[in-house]
DNA sequence: AAGAGTGGTAATTGAATGATTACAAGCCGA
DNA sequence: TCGGCTTGTAATCATTCAATTACCACTCTT
């Protein structure tokens, strides 16, 4: 994307961008389908480097996990913190929480290694990584929104169904595919086209 | 599981052995994360013999994509073919088609490749399967079911949320954490008893 | 300007893995 | 019983990939 610096860069900041090249590349190939090389030219750098700031790949997986959540739920907690929140009912709270939760994805590629972290549950370190995960946002839904078992389960239910539709490429066949349009539409209602038509920022 | 026979085996027998046992390794540990080697082992034959039946691990994997689509739709419309059905309002038949799903789920590991699938739409091939599948199920749900888009939405949304709790292995957190226990409960229903202790038949 | 710490890569390595080849052993019909 | 077809494997190959090593270049401090 951006080669603006061919310079030495502080580790601090490399790391960012190495983690934000990973977050893209593990959220569309997975964990097993990526490999380092592939994270390294996406961040621009070589491969060593990747392997050599994380220490392996393993870890830097558990870290953009660890990094998906804490945006998650901070996502989530900033939308409760709002003065509108108070006047809505648990149905309309849900609602509310699930446009924050598709605008966060709209945002960029930060939750969906949490999504295909989801299934590696087989994996004896990132597998109980994920599971914490999950339950730690199911508990913020529960305590902290005040949602009922039911509410949460609909609520990451939809969730799911989100990640889906964006892991299986499901908007590439928004122009083409009628059913596609229709299922798309329904699932991500106002905020369509955050997803539909990846922001192309260009300077 | 069975070496119950060290002899020679047709092979259309054969093809079905293996596919139950690639249905259990693809399910488990996801498409790229699965040797042909460890579905081999599980069928109890040799690697070549894998490759050479199916002609390689892609195709094997977009084999079982059908199979798992075509027992999810068999389920499905044998769910809607049942008397008992047409007392019930579109509510009360998604419950019903759910409760049919995971049963589908609870009998063996046969769907699980399919929520395998839909993380892998950047694959070109693979991808292209998963999503025409995807899109089969809800045409089927829209237009057999007669379900309304929205209506289809909350039920593939849940149906993705049972995936993500099984490949997650939550169910393995079932007796050790409560918080899992309250969301399986929640998920799963009536039907728990059929996901957290799997099935171990024996003779 | 010496040298130590930091940012970075080229080259390599060892293991894993999908696929191929070549071959063996059982079965069946003529 | 001979010869071909089917079922199956051992051995191997070519790649790929995560990780390591060894090195270079720049910058700051003193």
Redesign the interface.
Request: hydrophobic residues 45%; charged residues 20%.
């Given at each position: 994307m951006s080669e603006s610096r061919s310079e030495r860069i502080p580790a601090a900041e490399r790391r960012e961008q190495i983690l934000d090249a990973a977050a893209r590349v593990f959220g569309?190939?997975?964990?097993?389908?990526t490999t380092t090389d592939q994270v390294a030219q996406a961040a621009g750098i070589s491969q060593p480097y990747v392997v050599r700031m994380f220490g392996s790949k393993e870890k830097l997986f558990c870290e953009l996990l660890l990094r998906a959540r804490d945006s998650l739920e901070t996502r989530l907690r900033a939308a409760l913190a709002r003065p509108e929140v108070k006047a809505l009912d648990n149905q309309g709270l849900k609602r509310f929480l699930g446009r924050a939760y598709v605008d966060l994805v709209g945002e960029g590629d930060i939750v969906l290694p949490l999504?295909?972290g989801?299934?590696?549950?087989?994996d004896p370190v990132i597998?109980r990584y994920?599971?914490e995960g999950?339950?730690d946002i199911?508990?913020l839904l529960r305590d902290e929104a005040g949602l009922s078992?039911?509410e949460?389960?609909?609520f990451?239910?939809?969730g799911?169904?989100l990640?889906?539709l964006?892991?299986?490429?499901?908007t590439?066949?928004y122009e083409s595919?009628e059913?596609?349009r229709?299922?798309l539409a329904?699932?991500f209602g106002e905020k369509l086209d955050l997803v539909v038509a990846p922001t192309k920022a260009a300077p």
């Open positions: 569309e190939r997975g964990y097993a389908g999504a295909q989801f299934l590696l549950g087989h597998g994920a599971r999950f339950l199911y508990r078992p039911e949460v389960r609909d990451l239910a939809g799911m169904l990640n889906t964006l892991t299986l490429q499901m590439g066949l595919d059913t596609a229709e299922l329904c699932a």
